[in-house]
């Protein structure tokens, strides 16, 4: 498992990187060790500026050749985001880097955790939170879906869709009270009685009197975070209480 001591050997040859390459004019950490000095778990997140003038895809590559031969990391996936490209690396020592470039006339902070450590950066509007009518309809979606596959007897599908259903119902708990409400970064900050209601809707075997127990609590925490989308909630609520009820054959 790596250490932090780890972690800042690689900070700081990714930063010599940097400094080495004319091509790069700016540079930041993102993430939580913008913010503070992190914990003894928090992954490497490096952000830079790429001249206008030099294809990103070039820049890209030649780092990705001296990373992978300097620490023996894993390249696990591309995220191309607008005008950025995240690429993701593993290292054998478990420690996760996630490192982007963007074109300079367009790096900028999109969040608050942006911490810029050289060269200079533009003026971005943060990115918003999801729409609590967006997560909402989602629910309900999955929720359909699960219902269905207990019917057809695709148990470990149907275990897919209610987890899926639970946690779009916890976004939108985390969504109300001014929580992250992505990637289940607000989901430990929720009051008590939250945990109390959505921990009793975790399968615990897969069988179709527990997939139903668990889809029947999932629903319920659904339909109590409304708040937002109170008109739409209404209007399928009878659609989501038929899903949790005794079908005939």
């Not at 995220?79 to 982007?100: E, H, K, M, T, W």
């Not at 450590?117 to 359909?144: D, N």
Request: hydrophobic fraction near 45%.
């Amino acid at each position: 498992m790596f250490t932090i001591n780890d972690r800042n050997t690689l900070r700081d040859h990714i930063l010599q990187l940097a400094d080495s390459d004319s091509r790069v004019v700016s540079g930041a950490v993102v993430g939580s060790l913008a913010r503070s000095d992190g914990d003894r778990y928090s992954d490497l997140d490096l952000t830079f500026a790429v001249a206008d003038d030099f294809p990103i895809d070039d820049v890209l590559e030649g780092w990705t050749r001296d990373i992978i031969k300097k620490f023996n990391a894993a390249q696990l996936f591309d995220l191309p985001s607008g005008a950025s490209i995240y690429r993701v690396f593993l290292l054998p020592n478990c420690l996760q880097f996630d490192l982007s470039f963007t074109p300079a006339s367009k790096f900028g902070a999109i969040g608050p955790k942006f911490k810029l450590l050289f060269g200079k950066s533009v003026e971005k509007p943060y990115l918003s939170q999801p729409e609590a009518r967006e997560l909402f309809g989602y629910a309900v979606h999955h929720a359909l879906r699960a219902r269905f596959c207990i019917e057809r007897g695709r148990f470990w599908q149907a275990e897919y869709w209610i987890s899926e259903t639970r946690d779009y119902a916890l976004h939108l708990a985390c969504l109300r009270r001014g929580l992250p409400a992505n990637h289940g970064r607000g989901l430990d900050d929720l009051p008590s009685e939250i945990h109390d209601v959505f921990s009793q809707a975790f399968v615990t075997k897969l069988t179709r009197n527990e997939l139903l127990r668990a889809f029947a609590v999932v629903i319920d925490g659904l339909l109590y975070e409304i708040d937002g989308v109170e008109e739409l909630a209404m209007h399928v609520k009878p659609q989501l209480i038929e899903l949790t009820a005794v079908w005939d054959s």
